[in-house]
């Protein structure tokens, strides 16, 4: 008798509780969705600065080998009794593979770009399900709570 009265009565404070619960756990939900949305931008941002700065500097090194080939095929022509014609076929194809190569490391950066892009939202959306579950599963545990009196009296 009494103990199922109490039930009954302490349930009725539970509705205030549970509300505060769901409120509570949807701001903890918010927040766990900004901060991962903000690891997920300092990554990609990450990504990006690393892809400027190696193509950056891989335009740097390639303007300098192909300022080198030019050089170094102007230096033979003066110095040599060689046709000019195979010094220019040389460094025709000397600046051929600088340039391929340059196009290949280009390519590189911006596939180590993507790919890190890729895997941070992929990250970004396992942890957004993931905290989607949490919140829903504590919905869930809060409306178990008895709210009424009759549930309280008979929960």
Do not use: C
């Amino acid at each position: 008798g009494a103990s199922m009265l109490m039930g009954g009565f302490s349930a009725m404070g539970n509705k205030s509780d549970v509300r505060a619960g769901k409120a509570a756990a949807y701001d903890i939900y918010q927040e766990q969705l900004g901060l991962y949305g903000e690891e997920r931008d300092l990554t990609t941002s990450k990504a990006e600065t690393q892809y400027t700065t190696g193509v950056k500097d891989l335009s740097t090194v390639t303007g300098t080998t192909l300022q080198d080939i030019e050089t170094t095929g102007d230096f033979s022509k003066s110095k040599t009794g060689l046709v000019t014609s195979t010094i220019d076929q040389k460094v025709k194809e000397q600046t051929t593979t600088a340039w391929n190569k340059y196009k290949t490391d280009q390519q590189k950066h911006m596939d180590i770009k993507t790919y890190t892009e890729a895997e941070a939202n992929l990250q970004f959306d396992t942890q957004k399900v993931t905290a989607e579950d949490r919140y829903q599963n504590t919905l869930t545990q809060l409306d178990a709570q008895p709210k009424t009196f009759l549930e309280g009296l008979f929960g």
